[in-house]
Structures are given as C-alpha cells and as structure tokens.
C-alpha cells in the first residue's frame, strides 16, 4: 500500500534520509522507531510530499505519488503531526471538519462524521465540539489532532507520536484502542513512537532507522529474537527478552496438563506476565483459569 | 537645492539650530517629567493604569492639534512650542518605563528583597537596570516624535526647518522647499539610527 | 462660540473631508500592503529590504514627506491623498508580515499535510491567525492618519486641518480650538473603535 524504494533527502546541513526502501501492506500498521533526529518525521513528510524527496519512489495504493497533485494526495492521507497543529481559530468541531469541508461534504454528513471521530478518540462531541484548542489540555488537542486526521476516512493514516502529550496509562489504552479500530478499519498506517515497548505491540512491523537509514524491519517479534546487530540490540534494550514475551500469551503455547496449585491466570496473560507470577511466588508452573498449567519449560520453549 | 543652500547658509543654520535646540529642550523637559514619575507609579498599579491610559490618550493625539490648541493658553512662539513637544515626548517615555519597570523578572526582584535591599535600592539597583532597555526604546520613539513635532513648530512661529518649508511654499520657492523637506526628513532619519545605535550598544553592553 | 453656530456647515464639511480623506487614504495603503505583504512574508530577502525601505519611510516627519512630494504631486486632494497613503502603507505592511510569520510552523504544515491548497491556506488559516496583528496595525495606522491628515490641509487636502491652519493664520482662537478639539476627538474616538474590534 506504502511503498518507498530507494527514497532520499539529503537536508542542506547533513542528516535526512538515505535510500530508504520501505512498504507497508495494506491493512498494516508499520512502527517506525529510531533516536531524536533519525528522520522518522522527514519519513512521513516524504510520504504525503510535504518534502519532495532527492531520489527515489513512492507508491501509495500502486499509483506513483510523485505524479499526482500533491494537494489531492494528502486529502486522501491523515496526518497527525507531532506537535498538534490545530487551528488555533478554530472552535474543536471546526477543526475536526477541517477536510470534509474541503472536499464539499454536506453539512449534515459532516457533522454526524465529526461527532462520529470524537468519540472513536474518547472525547464527548457534545462537551468539547464547540470549545476552542486553547482550552484543551495537551493530550486532548492530540486526541482532536487524531481525529481531525480521520475525519474523512483517509485510507493511509500518518501518525507522528500522535499520543506523545497524554499521560502513559492512558496514551497505552489509548494507542490500542485507536490501532485496534484502524486495523478493524483496514487503514494502512505509518507510525512514529519512541518508545519500544509501545512500537513492538502495535506495529505488524517494526522499522529502526539510524541517521537517515532503515537499519531492520521486520515483525517484532523476529526483531525481538534476532536484532540485525548491536545497534538494534541495544537500541531494543538489555529486557528485549522480556519484551518479546509480552507479545505471546498463554493460549499461544502448549499446556502441561497436571494440576498445579496456586491463583489461576486467565489464557489471555502474556508470557511476561506470566514468568513474573512464577518469579513471585518463586514456582515452576502456575494454573490456567481455562484448564492446565503454564510451565516455565513451555516458556522457555517459545523463543 | 545646492543653489539655495549656497545662497542662504545663515538662514539654514539658523533653522537647523532652532529646530535642534527645540528638539533637544522638548525632549528633556519630557524625559525629566516621565522618568520620575514612572519611578514613582511602578509601584502603583492603580495609578500605573491611569497613568498609562492618560500616556495612551494624549499619544493618540495629532501633533499638530496639541501645538494650535497650546496658543490660546501660551502664545506663539519658542516656548509654547517647547511645552508641545515636551507632551509629545511624555507618553513614549513613561508607558515604555512604566511595561520595563512593571515587566521585571519578578524572581530578580524576590532575589534582590531577600539579601535585604529596601525597596527604594531594588528599584534603583535592580528594577531600573532591568527596565533600561526599554527606557532606551521609549527614547527613541520620544526623540523621533519630538523631532517630527518640531518640524511643525514653524505654524506656532516657533522656528526650526519647518520654516524653511512653509517661507518657502509662500514664496513659491521649490528649492527651498526642498532643502526643508530633506533636511527635517535626515534629521528624523538620523534620530531613529543614532538612538536605535545607541540601544543596541547598550543591550550588548 | 458665535463663529462655531454660525459656521456648523463648514465644520462639518472640514469634518467629513477629514474622515474621507484617512478612509480613502487607509484603504489604498491596504490595497498595496495586504498582496505585498503575503509575498514578501516568506521570502526572506524581499522582506528584510520592503520592511526596511518601509519603515524608512514611516520615520519621516509628516511635513518633510509633503514638502518632499509638492514638487512632484502638486497640491490638492489627491496630492494629499497618496502622500497619506504612503505614510500607512509601511504601517500596514509590517502588520501584515509580522501577523503571518507569527502563524505556528506546527499549524501551516497541518494545512499543508490536510490538503489545503496554498490559496486555502492563506485564506482560511494564515490571514485570519494575523488578523489580531493586522488590526493593530491598523488602529498605528489610523492614529497615524488622522493626525497627517491635519498637516496635510498645509498642501491643499482640506479637512480640519483647514480650521487650525487658517485659524492660526487669522490669530482666530476659536477656530483653532474647533479644530484642534475635533481633530483629537476624532482621534480618540478612531482608537476606541478599533480597540473595540481588536477585543471582539
Ligand atoms: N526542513 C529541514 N531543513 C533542514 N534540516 C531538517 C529539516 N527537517 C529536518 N531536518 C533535519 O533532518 C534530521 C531528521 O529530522 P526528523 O525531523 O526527521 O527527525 P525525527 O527522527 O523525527 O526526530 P524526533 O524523534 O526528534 O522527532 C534532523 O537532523 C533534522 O535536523
Ligand atoms: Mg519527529
């Protein structure tokens, strides 16, 4: 669906981005990771031509999007940068209307599809539709930012640490139920975080990049069990173990069937938390609710 | 122009004279009146308020109209001229004071109370210094405004280049005109820059 | 006060041409400002020199600039008119370009990333985020202008400038105060309307 081959950007003061190959199947969320200053966001921005790349193609849904009018491109991407970029003079329902508006939706329509996007990014329509940005709270104005962005159900969604402003409990909950809907929604997505753990739950792929170039991509939990080296190791984390367990749950191993004592946990658990219950209680095995038990064997099997 | 300069050096002199000598009084009178009083109503917030609402309003007035409306109460001539500029000179000088001294870093000033400065030495010493830039920006718009008023002077027979302009306009004498016209318009010029120079060199000090 | 009811007529005219005059002059200086503003505002170059050779045109004194402009305009309404015009334009022109610079990179690159044409841009987002500066602007502008408009009676534009000058010249107090008096009422009551309008 996203498909950049041999894609580069060179800034005039160094760093951009250098024969970036890059595709995303429709459907997928790809997590793009890497340091401060990689060129994750020149990535998106290549992407919908806000910067016009040195080299290279891109492909979005198998047309060239460098023969198309950008303008027309991007009414068909959702964009949430990082940084927000609501109008400031505009009330949040506004805002959020902003590409129904400029693809001629009616009134009616629009308005049913900017409460719509509201409540999908958890914020009543009838509490905040008629406030203004500035009487929002940071985390707020990038859940409006989000929906904003899917207002008029692009198929690509570009999203720049859209959750970086909400508090960590929450951005999690968040972040899942938003990628959860885009997957339900089969919306392709390309997106920008920080932070590891977050990338690997909820991109199909993960994407490290280092200076302007893709150093792996792959599923997370291949990436997990196999850094392409020692950048991507430690880039990861010493924890990169655990961090793969959380991927796997219970229901995804095979079950010893001898009856174990102790609190039972649901087959839903992930291995990682599952090998710290064994940690607590300091025991080789722990019950399921659903029948059997999880050995530390069968956990260790699963890498 | 050069022809009319070369004929008349006295009579320009003698303008260019006046005109910097009203300049120079005007300002003076009006930064000897602002300055301390900005000092006074710092820490006045009530009367801070009116005092800039007051600054605000007799700055919107036309120059011109406070020259004319001066001559009932003190005649034409030098010193009426001197008293409109000096009110031209007052409103830039004490709102620019008044945001600079009510603008300083208030942990400056939490600082300076509590290694035992009095109010009076932390106005002077700290709240002052603070606000000097500023001062120096209320200045600059003061001397271009008051330099610019004094070019209108000459309809109060007060003096200065504006005479140059308006004999020179009775005369239907172009050059003259002219010579007036550049003149006051380098004056101005050369007030804004050589203010603006000054506050830069005293920022970077 | 004998002159004031006998002349009412004149007053008023003086006080119509007066507004006349700052409105038309106010409304050519924006007609070149606004275009020429939102194409020097991102071109780093053009700006630094148009806001320069603006702002060297705003400090020059009222009177220099007419006397500058006689020999080439004449005297007269129109005269005066450009020679106004000229005078509001720079004021108008900085507001204009700082209105749209202060307009967050964040927000322009969410218009550019939505699909706004340049054009939508400019007219949906960046104008109407610098319209607090340009009504600034505009409230310099107008003090600006009701105050050379009285200078400009000097070179034939008429207004309440008449009423002072010829006051003046007549040794007439009361004219002069009729004219000066109206002149800062107009003024004044110019700034608290636009203040008005900056608020709402
Ligand atoms: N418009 C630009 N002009 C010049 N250099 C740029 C421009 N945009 C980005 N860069 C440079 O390109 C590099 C990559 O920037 P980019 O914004 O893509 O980083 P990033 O990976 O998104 O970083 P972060 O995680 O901090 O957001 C940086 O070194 C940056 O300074
Ligand atoms: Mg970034």
């Known amino acids: 669906m996203i498909e950049l081959r041999g894609v580069t950007k060179a800034w005039p003061g160094g760093a951009g981005v250098q024969a970036l190959d890059l595709s995303v199947p429709e459907g997928e969320c790809c997590a793009l990771i890497g340091p401060s200053g990689c060129g994750k966001t020149t990535t998106l921005r290549l992407v919908n031509r806000l910067v016009e790349p040195d080299a290279g193609s891109i492909r979005i849904g198998g047309a060239d999007a460098l023969k198309q009018d950008p303008v027309h491109l991007r009414r068909g991407i959702g964009y949430v940068i990082q940084e927000g970029g609501l109008f400031p003079h505009r009330r949040i329902g506004a805002n959020v209307a902003t590409v129904p508006a400029l693809l001629g939706w009616n009134a009616a329509r629009t308005r049913a599809r900017v409460e719509e996007v509201l409540t999908l990014v958890g914020l009543d329509p009838a509490r905040y539709r008629d406030r203004w940005p500035h009487q929002l709270s940071g985390g ?146 722990v019950p399921v609710t659903e029948g059997g038990a999880l050995t530390l064997e069968a956990v260790l099997r699963s890498r | ?194 203010f603006g120079w000054l506050q830069r060199r005293w920022e970077r000090a | 006060m004998r002159w004031t009811w006998r002349n009412l007529d004149t007053i008023g005219a003086a006080l119509g041409e007066h507004v006349l005059l700052v409105g038309a002059a106010l409304l050519l200086a924006g007609v070149v400002a606004l275009p020429l503003g939102v194409l020097v505002a991102r071109r780093p170059l053009w700006r630094a020199a148009v806001l320069g050779a603006s702002a060297g045109l705003y400090s020059i004194p009222t009177l220099a600039l007419f006397a500058l402009l006689v020999p ?57 985020l610098a319209l607090p500066s340009v009504l600034a602007g505009l409230r310099v502008a107008v003090a600006t202008l009701v105050s050379a408009a009285t200078v400009a009676a000097y070179i034939g534009g008429g207004g309440l400038g008449v009423l002072i000058l010829t006051g003046l010249d007549q040794g007439h107090t009361e004219k002069i105060l009729v004219g000066a008096t109206l002149v800062c009422a107009l003024a004044l009551a110019a700034d608290v309307a636009l203040r008005r309008m900056q608020r709402a």
Do not use: C
């Open chain 2, 1 to 194: 122009m050069i022809g009319w300069l070369r004929a008349n050096p006295d009579a320009f002199l003698d303008a260019l004279l006046q005109h910097l000598a009203l300049s120079v009084s005007g300002l003076l009178i009006g930064v000897a009146l602002a300055l301390p009083a900005a000092l006074l109503l710092a820490r006045r917030p009530v009367l801070a308020e009116w005092a800039s609402a007051g600054a605000g309003v007799l700055r919107t007035l036309p120059s011109l109209a406070v020259l004319a409306a001066l001559l009932p109460l003190l005649g034409v001539g030098f010193t009426p001229s001197v008293v409109a500029l000096a009110l031209l000179a007052l409103p830039p000088v004490l709102l620019h004071a008044l945001v600079g001294l009510r603008g300083a870093e208030p942990a400056a000033v939490e600082a300076a109370r509590g290694m035992g400065f009095t109010p009076l030495q932390s106005l002077l010493r700290v709240e002052l210094p603070l606000a000097l830039p500023q001062v120096f920006a209320g200045l600059r718009t003061a001397a271009v405004q008051v330099v610019s008023g004094a070019s209108l002077a000459t309809f109060i027979g007060g003096g200065g280049l504006g005479d140059l302009v308006t004999q020179g306009m009775a005369l239907l004498d172009i050059p003259q005109v002219q010579v007036g016209g550049i003149a006051i318009a380098l004056l101005a010029l050369a007030t804004e820059g050589g």
């Open chain 1, 140 to 285: 707020e104005r990038q859940r409006v930012g989000v929906a904003r962005a899917l207002a008029a159900d692009p198929p690509v969604l570009l999203l720049d640490e859209p959750f970086g402003a909400v508090d960590p409990l929450r951005r999690a909950q968040l972040q899942a139920e938003v990628l959860s809907l885009l997957k339900h929604l089969r919306k392709t997505v390309l997106l920008v975080t920080h932070d590891v753990q977050e990338a690997v739950r909820l991109g199909d792929s993960v994407a490290l990049m280092r200076g302007g170039r893709l150093v792996q991509h792959a599923a997370p939990a291949e990436m997990l069990a196999h850094p392409a080296d020692g950048f991507v190791a430690e880039f990861l984390g010493a924890d990169r173990a655990l961090t793969r367990l959380g991927l796997f749950r219970i229901r995804d191993v095979p079950r010893d069937a001898a009856t174990v004592a102790g609190e039972a946990l649901p087959e839903a658990t992930t291995l990682r938390d599952a090998l710290s219950a064994m940690l607590e209680r300091g025991v080789r095995a």
């Open chain 3, 72 to 128: 080439l305009l004449g005297l007269g309404f129109r005269a005066a008119l450009l020679a106004l015009a000229s005078y509001a334009m720079p004021v108008l022109l900085r507001a204009v370009v700082t209105g749209l610079e202060g307009v967050a990179l964040a927000v322009r690159e969410a218009a550019d990333g939505m699909g706004l044409t340049p054009r939508q841009k400019l007219w949906q987002v960046e104008l109407p």
